[in-house]
């Protein structure tokens, strides 16, 4: 069956839930697929069975379809449960690098009532957000809610553009002059939603509100649309702010061994941010040409 790749948010984490501009890219170091044979581990099938077992409990107890666009065939899963499907996926779980959107995904394309190609959804943009819903949906089986965003990254496969209700589809060429986009590995798992739900109640914090508008956002936008016209002067000057603000405000979302690297890399002159929700799994490094990371730190290239 197709492959759905990984995604990573490179922009727009925590903001995103209050409207901010938010940039992902889809990431095929790592991908999932829907499979009846694979070489994982028995144990590993089984259990991957019985989260999609629990997955098609969940659709029908809630009435899902019912809220979704394109409603899936919960009825051919269960079939094919029984014929041993599961998600033969090397995707790491609670990274931060939507496991649990290739998954859903997957699904949708395999057993939804739509079969929507490319040039369809830019032929009418309006297909883009009943996509997100039917996601937000579907993923709300893993994370309780969700946006929808990570499963619409893999399933169009290029880098999308959320800015408020509006959902772009930005050219898949992604150019990074003068600089590497690299992933250090903290070796954490973490999940999301205890973090998201300490976000949630700083953000009625009016202080703390005030200071995310003010210094978060702005720079969050500025580096999305610096990125995408690869103007680098502009996007580093907007990184800075933002591993700074990182810093100060968020060190829940930063894992204890890595407190002092974020201190370490910025002497360095290499932006470190958050991917996504943070809390483990993988940070984002911005690193100028010439520039080298500690050799200490586990990393993989992106960009």
């Not at 996926?89 to 609670?94: A, C, E, F, G, R």
């Not at 720079?219 to 002067?233: C, R, V, Y």
């Not at 809390?279 to 100028?288: D, Q, R, W």
Request: proline residues 6%; charged residues 20%.
């Amino acid at each position: 069956m197709k492959k759905f790749n990984a995604k990573l948010l490179l922009f727009g984490e925590y903001g995103l839930m209050f409207g901010a501009e938010a940039l992902a890219v889809s990431f095929p170091h790592f991908t999932g697929e829907l499979a009846f044979a694979s070489q994982k581990k028995v144990a590993e099938v089984k259990q991957s069975q019985r989260d999609l077992e629990h997955f098609v409990t969940f659709f029908e107890q809630e009435g899902l379809n019912e809220q979704m666009n394109f409603p899936i065939g919960l009825d051919q899963i269960r079939r094919d449960l029984k014929r041993g499907l599961h998600f033969d996926s090397d995707i790491p779980l609670q990274y931060g690098v939507g496991s649990s959107g290739a998954l859903c995904a997957a699904l949708y394309q395999h057993y939804g009532s739509n079969q929507l190609d490319l040039k369809e959804l830019k032929e009418k943009p309006w297909l883009l957000s009943s996509l997100k819903h039917d996601f937000s949906v579907m993923e709300s089986f893993f994370h309780g809610k969700s946006s929808g965003f990570d499963p619409l990254v893999s399933y169009v496969n290029r880098p999308v553009l959320l800015v408020g209700d509006e959902i772009r589809l930005p050219s898949p060429e992604i150019q990074t002059p003068g600089y590497s986009v690299v992933l250090l590995d903290t070796q954490v798992k973490s999940p999301t939603a205890p973090l998201v739900n300490w976000f949630v109640k700083k953000m009625e914090a009016q202080e703390f509100k005030a200071k995310f508008d003010e210094l978060f956002l702005p720079s969050n936008s500025q580096a999305i649309h610096a990125f995408l016209n690869g103007d680098t002067t502009r996007l580093f000057q907007a990184l800075k702010s933002i591993s700074a603000f990182q810093r100060e405000n968020l060190q829940p979302m930063i894992p204890e061994a890595f407190k002092s690297v974020f201190q370490e890399l910025t002497s360095r002159d290499i932006p470190l941010k958050l991917l996504g929700s943070g809390g483990g799994g993988y940070l984002l490094a911005f690193v100028p040409d010439g520039v080298t990371l500690p050799a200490k730190l586990k990393s993989l290239k992106v960009f």
